[in-house]
């Protein structure tokens, strides 16, 4: 776009229509991005959340989100089993739902107050930790006691002198499965209600089964073969323990992945110092009302967004930027919740508070992701729809193949076969594979400044193997800066002065970008007259009676100013993707200034980042050719495509795709919008528009480049670390089961023991639990000095 008095190239237009000075910028809670390539809400769609309690695998999971799915006008429905937390799109009375997921056997309470929601929920993990340690206490206690007994004073077998208290310790043993493992028989029992199976279903029918064989023999021991009079309460009891025992270590493994959302929390302030009717009174920040003026006092948090109304101070905006410098603010500045105010006191006018706040959003945004589904999750929904029933009838089926062709005692041999098949086949490693590794990754990315909005997103931006780029505030600042000032008389600061006399007339961005290097070097504009713009060519204005020109070079040559001692320095200022612009008085050339929109610090060692994890680079642009191949060549990008209509970038996107690349494309502008949405992963610069952001997948809070590759290495570490859960889940029960069901017994004589499978189905729960907490200690290749500010915000 050419405008007066300036020539037409080579900087691309320094700001989009819509940009914001925010520091980050994010779209209204419950929206969704609108990537066609991911599975998810519509962004018109509203979201219910509901605390869900008695949830405990797979099968737990998709009995939920089938009971939500059957609710007319629900469209989605959502079940982490690593937070319980159930989340239903659509529209529909939140009571329903709750009625809903109550009728498939479990509780529910729908959650209004989101931050009231997370401190009541880490009471109740908390009480149910204090709970199930009592219950694991009680329950091995009593089947380690009955166990020793067995192993040194009795032969655990029922004869006429101990039957009494054989048949008094089965009592003693139904008391202690009530009070401990009772929950595990209602779950079943609701579950069966309802025509589903789930966990409880295995659990109940192994220790039941176990018991009931047990009671049989102390009471009527006549009615089985002497080597068959066997009891087996210290099975029942320590299964139970066992695995109580595992979910104890669940709930603090599942403590840990909340980390980084505890972390959010704690960044918001507790209370308000709010001036009202010319007092000030610390309130809670739950009161605070749009319009109140606030006080701030150095060293204090934000507690609700705002506009600076009085002093001046610097922000530490870290939490939302990742800058570690304290940014300057003054009158008129927009200031956000959760940042700090460093040095002077200031009062700013609250504009958003409670949930409109960007912190607000954040924190929302991060939970949802966390509790989004990528689709290698879905897998295990996909075989917990079967597995239940297929582990009943493989009990069954080793139960009479033992009858049938084992060794006596048979009924002994059945017994233990079909109760360690149900207690070691019990799916909860399968459930918790991959919802915990995602809560884990998602709150690790948002620690390095990256928001993932989907789960699909977190599992598709490791597959990337292509990032195209947009050109203006992503790879640059997105404004012209004056990067060169030439001086033929080696006075650089009267010439910018010179030049600053006539800029001040314009309104030209090159005008600004010089007018602010002055005021930076605090140089005063020379007093000129007669301003004149002359269109595609520069400006020109009379100083001490001597006419003052600064435009192209074709302009200035054309009035006969000879500039060929300048020739190396447009060169230079080419070199760098600047514009320059020569100044000479009647004519005598004086000097040239170059202008450019400079590229960001680091861009060029995040370009490098992705090209080590074996992406290639392309550059998207509007601008001409000459300034993109200059940006390029700077920045080591491998390929480009300029002089490119906000329209053909999502053409660009497709054909992309449709050679076989998973394309990331990252933009910042409304323009970059469709390239977003119809890229597998769209990344939006934090700092850019909400109509961009509201169009990615995964939103950059910081300006810099590296936030693309620091998902990218996440995204790569969490489904890796899917991968290992699933595939252990999958190993454990693939070589579990058989084992169980007593395929090593013709071989070694070998038939586990129904207590061995309780305490390695509770294993294999705590070590997917174990295993998606190590990516809390991932650390992404970021250079050292972005690396020692992220680390030390994982202190804050």
Not at 170 to 190: C, N, P, Q, S
Not at 559 to 576: C, Q, W
Request: net charge neutral; charged share 20%.
């Amino acid at each position: 776009m050419t405008e007066a008095g300036y020539p037409a190239q080579p900087l691309a237009p320094t700001k989009k229509p819509g940009d914001t000075k925010q520091p980050v910028s994010l779209p209204k809670t419950g929206a969704s991005s609108a990537n066609p390539q991911t599975n998810k809400a519509k962004p018109s769609e509203e979201l219910t959340y509901i605390a869900v309690t008695g949830a405990t695998c797979a099968s737990c999971v998709r009995t939920i989100e089938q009971a939500l799915m059957s609710v007319s006008g629900i469209t989605s429905a959502h079940l982490n089993l690593a937070d319980n937390t159930a989340t239903a799109g659509g529209e529909a009375d939140a009571d329903q739902l709750v009625k809903a997921i109550e009728q498939a056997g479990y509780g529910a309470r729908v959650i209004t107050d989101p931050d009231t929601a997370d401190v009541q929920a880490d009471q109740a993990n908390r009480a149910q930790y204090r709970s199930l340690l009592l219950k694991m206490a009680v329950s091995l206690g009593l089947g380690f006691a009955l166990m020793v007994w067995g192993m040194g004073f009795d032969s655990m077998s029922v004869t006429d002198a101990n039957q009494t208290s054989w048949f008094v310790l089965g009592i003693v043993t139904l008391v202690v499965m009530a009070t401990t493992g009772g929950h595990y028989f209602v779950g079943a029992v609701k579950a069966l209600r309802h025509g589903n199976s789930n966990m409880d279903t295995l659990i109940a029918l192994g220790t039941g089964t176990a018991w009931l064989y047990s009671m049989v023999v102390a009471a009527a021991p006549g009615l089985l073969p002497e080597m068959a009079r066997h009891v087996y309460f210290e099975a029942s009891a320590m299964i139970i323990g066992f695995i109580n025992l595992g979910q104890v270590l669940e709930l603090r493994g599942k403590g840990k992945t909340s980390a980084a959302i505890r972390r959010l929390l704690d960044l918001r302030a507790k209370t308000a110092r709010v001036i009202r009717n010319g007092e000030e009174h610390n309130i809670p920040v739950e009161e605070v009302q749009r319009g109140d003026h606030i006080r701030v006092r150095p060293g204090e948090k934000l507690p609700v967004d705002g506009i600076m109304i009085e002093g001046e101070t610097r922000i530490d905006e870290s939490m939302l930027t990742g800058e570690p410098m304290p940014v300057a603010k003054t009158q008129g500045d927009e200031v956000s919740a959760g940042t700090l105010n460093t040095r002077g006191a200031m009062v700013y006018e609250a504009t958003r508070v409670g949930s409109e706040t960007a912190l607000a959003q954040i924190i929302q945004l991060v939970k949802k992701a966390q509790g989004s589904k990528p689709a290698i999750g879905r897998l295990a929904d996909r075989i917990s729809s079967v597995f239940v029933p297929s582990v009943v009838v493989i009990a069954l089926v080793s139960a009479l193949v033992w009858y049938l062709l084992g060794p006596e005692p048979k009924i002994a041999h059945m017994m233990i076969a079909a109760t360690t098949v149900l207690i070691i086949a019990c799916p909860c490693a399968l459930g918790l594979a991959t919802p915990m590794s995602v809560m884990v990754g998602v709150g690790k990315a948002a620690e390095y400044g990256a928001l993932i909005r989907q789960g699909d997103a977190l599992q598709l931006a490791g597959k990337v193997d292509l990032v195209i780029l947009d050109k203006t505030g992503t790879i640059t600042e997105g404004k012209p800066a004056v990067t060169q000032v030439v001086a033929l008389d080696n006075d650089e600061s009267a010439l910018l002065a010179l030049a600053a006399g006539l800029e001040q007339h314009s309104e030209h961005p090159l005008a600004d970008a010089i007018m602010a290097e002055a005021k930076s070097r605090q140089l005063a504009p020379r007093q000129v007259s007669g301003f004149d713009a002359r269109n595609g060519q520069g400006v020109q204005a009379t100083c001490n009676n001597a006419t003052i020109r600064i435009g192209n070079r074709r302009w200035l040559e054309s009035e006969g100013v000879d500039l060929a001692a300048l020739r190396t320095h447009e060169h230079s200022i080419a070199a760098e993707a600047g514009t320059p612009l020569f100044i000479a008085r009647d004519r005598q050339a004086l000097g040239v200034i170059g202008v450019a929109d400079t590229i960001k610090a680091d861009s060029k060692a995040a370009i490098a980042r992705l090209h080590e994890a074996g992406i290639r680079v392309m550059m998207v642009t509007g601008d001409i050719g000459a300034t993109a191949e200059a940006i390029a060549k700077l920045t080591d990008i491998d390929d480009i495509r300029a002089e490119v209509l906000p329209k053909d970038k999502a053409a660009i996107v497709e054909e992309m795709r449709k050679k076989g690349h998973v394309v990331a494309m990252v933009g910042d502008g409304i323009n970059d919008a469709p390239a977003l949405a119809a890229a597998d992963v769209g990344f939006a610069i934090g700092t850019g528009t909400d109509v961009a952001i509201e169009s990615a997948s995964i939103t950059l809070m910081r300006g810099s480049l590296h936030g693309v590759p620091d998902a990218i290495e996440i995204s790569r570490a969490t489904v890796r670390n899917i991968h290992q859960n699933l595939f252990g889940a999958f190993i454990y029960n693939t070589l579990g089961i058989p084992i169980a069901a007593g395929v090593l017994y013709p071989v070694w004589g070998m038939l586990m023991s129904p207590i061995f499978a309780g305490a390695a189905m509770s294993l294999s729960s705590v070590t997917v639990v174990t295993n998606a907490n190590r990516l809390r200690l991932f650390k992404t290749s970021t250079p050292n000095q972005l690396q020692s500010h992220t680390d030390k915000g994982k202190e804050a």
